[in-house]
């Protein structure tokens, strides 16, 4: 069942174009609603009867409001917007498990921080420091724009391992865009960290890197069959020798 409440017998192509509208829809309205409370991605899960939307933040009660309040003016803000009928969507808040591993948390901070006059190498070095901190296994901070002169320029802030090709970047790379709207212009922000591996899949990836080799070591045998396996004396004995002709020397 599609995300879209009007995408009821629509071609397969549409529905999917519909459900990426919704999805990119949803996302924009949430950052500028719920910003503030440490918001960090949403998920959309369709029941049967109705549509549940997960909003995860690093401060969920700042979402949830007061009583619960903030979330019932966003179910009915959400159900009114894209034309949901009544009762069929809902909405919850969710804690994000860690927030140093997570590229939009740390986003929406230096965000913030960068709002708030913060020097930008002591802001991208202060998340920088807090994602290492989580046991990430490496982290990239990209701030681009016009930082102090009018001249626009880019400057990239690194630690750790970093992969930016291959399978790997889709299951070991979390990033996040944002776009931080100063008064001299806008300045793009971007977060890359780079998990570690988790046999759990908890906090990252439980498949292994591709490049990763791992050395078995060999299974332990007993004295008396390592001891059979060597050919007696005998066996030598008893094993035919060729006769080789003197003319094949020649």
């Known amino acids: 069942p599609s995300t879209t409440p009007m995408a ?7 529905k999917f174009i519909a459900d990426g509208v919704f999805y990119a829809e949803l996302n924009e309205l949430l950052t500028r609603a719920v910003g503030e409370g440490g918001y960090s991605g ?39 917007r894209f034309k949901f009928p009544d009762g069929s969507v809902e909405l919850f808040a969710s804690q994000v ?76 790379i979390d990033s996040a865009v944002k776009h931080v709207l100063m008064r001299q212009g806008v300045l793009g922000v971007k977060v890359s960290i780079m998990l570690r591996h988790d046999p759990t899949g ?9 490049d990763i080799v791992t050395v078995l070591e060999p299974p332990k045998e007993d004295a008396a069959s390592r001891m059979a ?3 007696s004396p005998e066996t030598y004995a008893a094993a035919p020798v060729a006769e080789v002709p003197v003319e094949a020397w020649r």
């Not at 997960?54 to 309040?69: E, F, H, K, S, Y």
């Open 8 to 14: 009821a017998s629509i071609s397969k192509k549409r």
């Open 202 to 210: 908890k906090q990252g990836p439980s498949k292994q890197l591709s």
């Open 97 to 172: 498990n860690n927030r140093g591993l997570c590229a939009q948390a740390q986003a929406e901070s230096l965000k913030y921080k960068l709002l708030e006059a913060l020097p930008v190498r002591r802001a991208a070095y202060g998340v920088l420091r807090f994602v290492m901190d989580a046991e990430a296994k490496g982290c990239e901070v990209v701030v681009s724009g016009k930082l102090r002169a009018q001249r626009a320029k880019v400057m990239k802030f690194k630690e750790g391992y970093m992969v930016k090709t291959g399978d790997a970047v889709n299951q070991y």
């Open 42 to 80: 949403v998920e959309v899960r369709n029941a049967p009867s109705r549509t549940e939307i997960l909003i995860n933040a690093t401060r969920p009660q700042d979402i949830l409001g007061p009583g619960g309040r903030k979330i019932r003016e966003l179910t009915s803000l959400v159900q009114k």
């Open 229 to 231: 396996a060597i050919p």
